[in-house]
């Protein structure tokens, strides 16, 4: 019972810190999962990472049903997803009302500012941190490189699901 509780209170806090959602919330699960609580190693957690943005959802929530379910199977699994979605709804429920009565106060508009100023500083970590683990050479690089190249052509929107295949198919060529 006592790790069921450790799992609600890591996603919790991975919940309440992942502001701005997605990528956001890499660090703080390697946080709470790698550095804190020893639950899974670096390079189980890039897996992990991996297998959340292929599957439907937020990475934060298929993490936490994944990683709640090895710690402590399907009670663990209901426990971390619930963990890590409760201080959002918590937060939206609260905000939502202050942001409608507050939405032209200037200083408002300061601290939002300033916090996605911070959620940016998460990404580009997740990005620092999920490519270490990735990027081992100079082929990995290129693929890396060249994946975000097509991402970022102006006026082609090329589907990110079209330039992962892509860069899989290099992968299976070039490694």
């Known amino acids: 019972m006592h790790t069921l509780w450790l799992l609600f209170v890591s996603f919790a806090l991975v919940g309440l810190g992942a502001y701005g959602g997605g ?5 703080l699960i390697q946080h709470e999962l790698v550095d804190h609580r020893a639950w899974l190693s670096v390079m189980e957690m890039s897996r992990i990472i991996a297998i ?9 929530v298929n993490a936490a ?10 009670a663990g699994a209901i426990v971390a997803t619930t963990a890590v979605v409760l201080p959002s709804l918590i937060i939206l429920a609260v ?6 009565m507050t939405q032209t106060n200037p200083h408002v508009w300061r601290i939002r500012q300033g916090l996605q100023a911070g959620v940016l500083s998460l990404l580009l970590f997740s990005m620092w941190s999920y490519g270490r683990g990735v990027i081992s050479d100079w082929p990995g690089l290129a693929v890396a490189a060249g994946a975000f190249a097509l991402l970022m052509i102006p006026k082609r929107k090329i589907h990110p699901v079209l330039v992962i295949a892509v860069a899989g198919l290099v992968g299976l060529i070039i490694f």
């Open 23 to 27: 990528l956001v919330a890499v660090p």
């Open 52 to 60: 959340a943005q292929m599957t439907p959802g937020p990475i934060s």
């Open 65 to 74: 049903t994944f990683v709640g379910y090895r710690v402590w199977g399907v």
């Open 95 to 100: 905000v939502s009302r202050v942001l409608d």
